[in-house]
């Protein structure tokens, strides 16, 4: 267990709709990044948020949106998905914005049919 | 444009055979070269940084390398339990967010 914790672990949704992943960083860890791992095209960079503060934003799609919350757990929201969305969707955090060794959460694996 | 090539995309070696995975990359001002491993069904796990060229750092049966230009993960002996997918990343020191290779996936056979 990384101490990342990230639900739900599977999710199986229809296209159009919206769905909600959830993330709780390691304990004392301020940073949250998000991350989209497809077979194809390896581990993107989505958003990371600091402290509550959006820190840096990667590709992320306009239909895509996050926040973090002041306990520090985050929300990545996905809308209007289509079938290209389906994907592992990965949390990460660290202890400073500027981290380069994460850890990352077991991952959501997001279908979408 | 900053970027990084993992190679092979896949590597297949009998227990004990010895063998090496490249990380090469372009990056304006290279501020560190990190190298993951990633189990099926879980998130990446840290393995190593390496910050300048002839770096090298060891963990069990694995080394990793550092050129101004690639990385070597050096795999000595291995045993099926080695068998993951190894990533590597790189961060400028323009941007500090992580670029990521697409990954190796090794696999050994008993």
């Known amino acids: 267990d990384s101490g990342v914790t990230q639900t739900p672990k599977h999710l199986i949704t229809a296209t159009g709709q919206r769905v909600t992943l959830r993330c709780s960083p390691r304990s004392g860890d301020l940073s949250v990044y998000w991350y989209q791992q497809s077979l194809d095209q390896g581990l993107q960079f989505l958003i990371q948020?600091?402290?509550?503060?959006?820190?840096a934003k990667g590709n992320i799609l306009e239909r895509f949106s996050a926040q973090q919350f002041p306990d520090l757990h985050s929300e990545l929201n996905l809308s209007s998905l289509e079938l290209g969305d389906s994907a592992l969707y990965f949390c990460a955090s660290s202890a400073r914005s500027g981290a380069n060794v994460l850890t990352f959460g077991a991952g959501s694996r997001l279908t979408v049919l | 444009e900053d970027q990084v090539t993992q190679s092979p995309e896949a590597l297949r070696l009998q227990e004990g055979e010895s063998s090496s995975l490249n990380c090469s990359y372009t990056?304006?001002?290279?501020?560190?070269l990190f190298w993951y491993r990633q189990d099926p069904g879980k998130g990446p796990e840290f393995l190593f940084t390496l910050y300048s060229a002839g770096e090298e750092k060891e963990k069990e049966r694995l080394k990793a390398t550092l050129t101004k230009k690639e990385s070597f993960l050096h795999i000595t002996a291995p045993k099926p339990e080695d068998s993951a997918t190894y990533l590597c990343a790189v961060q400028a020191r323009s941007n500090y967010q992580l670029i990521w290779g697409a990954g190796t996936k090794l696999i050994i056979k008993p």
């Open positions: 948020y600091y402290n509550g503060e959006e820190r």
């Open positions: 990056v304006s001002g290279l501020r560190g």
